[in-house]
């Protein structure tokens, strides 16, 4: 019996809809992400309200808000409750990007889907993992590992690894292959054969052009329009694929020597690039490099100034300037305000680097052709005066004269309660509603201790002193008089004002000090709107630098990652595991004197699929431990974009990657079980007894013979096998790359070449010098 796996979609399939979806692995619920959009429309958290009590654990992939929007609301709303894991980056970015949501909404609307103690709330329960960092979970989830590793897409950005006996379940969306200024590609092409792998099709139909192509008509746009004397909008998100638009304006501001205004405006402008400074080491192999050499920060900006709100802006030199604001969906926040007031002069430009998302005014920008005039409502919060503050005041006044009725009522109904049931049970009572406690004497905590004589010396639950109390002084004194407890003087959460936060200056600070003085500001304000007609005179050029794989590479990653049915045994040890073929680590080298195929990683391989029977075994091996064998085919589940991508992609898979391809709808339970046909074998202490290890790094390795015995809890025990056991082909264990091996044969005087394909190519005729370097190449490997 295999590992059980189910996948369920809960948002995010067929469309461009915020990502959510249910794995349950052995009746242990994962929530992988946990997205909203722009529009935060509650309709589409009913499927995540349906399951969310039943969720073990939530793990976040990105720090935007389709990955992890909905996570304050599902916590405080739908009873979500499980821990959280993510990496430092999406915590700390992810953190911010909600703030800055909560904010722009806030100044424009009566937002009350979440507070800001509600995202606090939330992230509160993240636990933080590095990158490769395997995480063990216990009790229910018992043998599960879950480990993050590089997606490309975001500082952060995370593809999921989930382990159970051997089995990989990977979760891979919004991941990109190419390195950047500031972030490495992603590490998927290195995981093969998983059992199950969840990726998207959002880019499937897309194809780019090159990056230096593309990074030039940026600049050239810029520029033509600074010079013409416009100004240029550049709607970003809040702390995720801004870091890479920021880094390229620097450079190209330095390289061309230009000397226009750049602008970073949003309400945690100053916090997000802070932040960012202490993670160099999430960040590109070059920039850790370039750090470790001059100790210059590539996060100094040097042309780019920070804002944390429009005052700024308007107080700023006329004259033309770059502005990147958020959102990027002009659905809300200071790029919705910038729009309307540049959008009607033909100078300006507003240049968009991602695909906006569904339904806002972002997307509807982007048609072709574009609309020549946009319905926009405009809203801002302004102070209350005259008659509508006195109305304001009168309104509060008696909400507080009420609640202060209320809450007197309640004490009298207690009190007579109290004082029936007293004088019921005591005959000696003489007036037990009299006795009240003064302020003075009960302390600023209303308590104190109560000695009551009442027959039998048991204390009715109900007591309120009927009958002569008294109360001791407990304060403690030293020499220098009574002894201040800190803790009495402390302003407690719920005694603060929703909205009121504290301001840092450390790195545990949260939001900006301007940001936070809006927070605070409690002043009688109200929102004041309306519609107005903008007509769009100002160029519109969609760029894509979202930061995402084409369809191209979707493909070819998908060919390598999901190969054909192919046997591989694997064990179900920690990461102290010690297996001859390690799915992603090692590969069999079929003994071919030409060597023929290597990966595109430049790792060997052979063209030969092996066949696994019970004669033939091949496992590094513990006495008595359990092994699983897997026949397993991957299965690939595919989410997340448009409908005519999806099918796109699915067709092309089924045809080229793997025979078992899904699509699922929302709400519906994809079960693999069946498709990963995992064994369990048990290796009798008779059967190691005779085995002979050796030692390959930090593992060992062997070659076993056995036969399967009976089926006995669960696992077929592994008996010796009768007579002499059948020979078996040479099997060559590594983990060698190209450049290792070409490096190695010019150590030993052998010259050689690129030639753009990743394998071997020895030209000439056959001699000595054949021999002699096929058995350099066989030194790197290990001989079973």
Not at 24 to 47: A, K, M, V, Y
Not at 263 to 281: G, H, P, R
Not at 540 to 569: C, Q, T, W
Not at 690 to 715: H, M
Request: proline share 5%.
């Amino acid at each position: 019996m295999g590992t059980s796996v189910q996948v369920t979609p809960l948002c995010g399939v067929y469309n461009e809809n915020p990502l959510s979806y249910l794995v349950s692995i052995d009746s242990f619920n994962f929530l992988i992400d946990c997205g909203w959009n722009d529009h935060f429309d509650p309709s589409l958290l009913q499927p995540l309200s349906r399951v969310a009590s039943t969720i073990d654990a939530v793990l976040l992939s990105h720090p935007d808000t389709l990955h992890l929007g909905a996570l304050p609301y599902a916590m405080k709303q739908l009873g979500l409750s499980a821990p959280v894991y993510s990496t430092e980056p999406v915590y700390r970015l992810g953190l911010l990007t909600m703030y800055d949501q909560y904010l722009s909404r806030k100044q424009v609307s009566e937002f009350d889907l979440f507070t800001l103690d509600d995202i606090d709330s939330a992230f509160q329960s993240v636990t933080r993992l590095t990158y490769s960092q395997n995480h063990h979970f216990s009790g229910k989830g018992e043998g599960i590992v879950i480990a993050p590793h590089v997606a490309g897409h975001l500082l952060g950005g995370t593809v999921w690894k989930i382990t159970k006996d051997g089995e990989d379940v990977i979760y891979a969306v919004d991941f990109n292959h190419r390195k950047e200024r500031h972030l490495n590609g992603t590490v998927l092409g290195s995981m093969v054969r998983p059992a199950v792998l969840i990726t998207d099709a959002y880019n499937a139909l897309s194809n780019q052009p090159y990056r230096r192509q593309m990074d030039k008509e940026f600049g050239d746009s810029l520029k033509k329009t600074l010079r013409a004397g416009g100004n240029v909008l550049l709607p970003v998100d809040t702390a995720g694929r801004v870091l890479e638009i920021i880094l390229m304006l620097e450079s190209y501001w330095s390289d061309e020597n230009l000397n226009y205004p750049v602008y970073f405006l949003t309400y945690v402008a100053s916090s997000t690039i802070d932040y960012v400074k202490i993670f160099l080491e999430w960040m590109s192999d070059s920039i850790s490099k370039s750090f470790g050499k001059t100790r210059e920060n590539i996060f100094l900006l040097k042309y780019v100034t920070l804002l944390i709100n429009k005052t700024e802006l308007d107080n700023a030199p006329e004259g033309p300037k770059v502005v990147l604001a958020s959102m990027a969906s002009l659905e809300a926040g200071f790029s919705h305000d910038i729009f309307v007031e540049w959008a009607n002069d033909v100078k300006n430009l507003v240049l968009f680097t991602e695909r906006g998302q569904f339904a806002t005014l972002a997307r509807m920008l982007q048609a072709d052709p574009p609309p020549k005039a946009v319905k926009v409502v405009v809203s801002k919060r302004v102070p209350l005066v005259g008659d509508e503050l006195i109305a304001y005041e009168e309104e509060q006044n008696r909400i507080k004269k009420e609640a202060l009725k209320t809450s007197l009522m309640k004490e009298e109904e207690l009190k007579t309660s109290h004082g029936t049931d007293n004088n019921t049970s005591d005959p000696t009572v003489i007036d037990s509603g009299n006795n009240h406690v003064s302020a003075e004497v009960a302390g600023p905590r209303g308590g104190g201790y109560r000695d009551i004589f009442i027959d039998g010396f048991v204390p009715p639950s109900t007591s309120v002193a009927p009958m002569f109390p008294c109360y001791e002084n407990t304060s403690e004194w030293d020499d220098f008089g009574e002894v201040i407890n800190p803790e009495d003087y402390v302003i407690r959460d719920e005694d603060m004002d929703q909205t009121a936060m504290h301001v840092g200056g450390d790195i545990n600070g949260k939001l900006d000090e301007g940001a936070a003085s809006l927070i605070l500001d409690t002043k009688p304000s109200k929102v004041v709107s309306d519609e107005r007609t903008v007509q769009v005179r100002c160029s519109l050029v969609y760029m894509d630098f979202e930061g995402r794989s084409d369809g191209r590479s979707i493909k070819n990653i998908l060919s390598h990652v999901a190969p054909l049915k192919l046997p591989h045994p694997v064990n179900d040890n920690d990461e102290r595991e010690s297996r001859c073929l390690r799915r992603g680590k090692w590969r069999l080298v079929n003994n071919d004197p030409e060597l023929r195929t290597a990966t595109d990683g430049g790792q060997w391989r052979s063209d030969e699929r092996h066949r696994h029977t019970a004669h033939d075994t091949q496992k590094a091996a513990s006495e008595g431990t359990t092994r699983d064998c897997s026949f397993a085919s991957c299965v690939l589940v595919l989410v997340h974009g448009s409908a005519e991508a999806t099918e796109h992609l699915k067709q092309h898979c089924l045809k080229h990657v793997c025979p078992h391809v899904f699509a699922p709808q929302i709400e519906e339970t994809i079960d693999v079980t069946s498709d990963l046909c995992a064994y369990k074998d048990q290796l009798t202490e008779k059967l190691m007894s005779n085995v002979i290890f050796k030692k390959l790094g930090d593992s060992e390795i062997a070659w076993v013979d056995a036969a399967a015995g009976k089926r006995e809890n669960d696992a077929f025990p592994m008996l010796p096998v009768n007579g002499t056991a059948p020979p078996h082909k040479c099997v060559f264990v590594g983990d060698v790359k190209l450049a290792d091996i070409k490096q190695f044969l010019s150590s030993k005087g052998v010259q050689g070449g690129a030639s753009g394909v990743p394998q071997i190519v020895i030209e000439g005729p056959l001699c000595e010098d054949y021999y002699i370097i096929r058995e350099y190449l066989y030194l790197q490997f290990y001989l079973l």
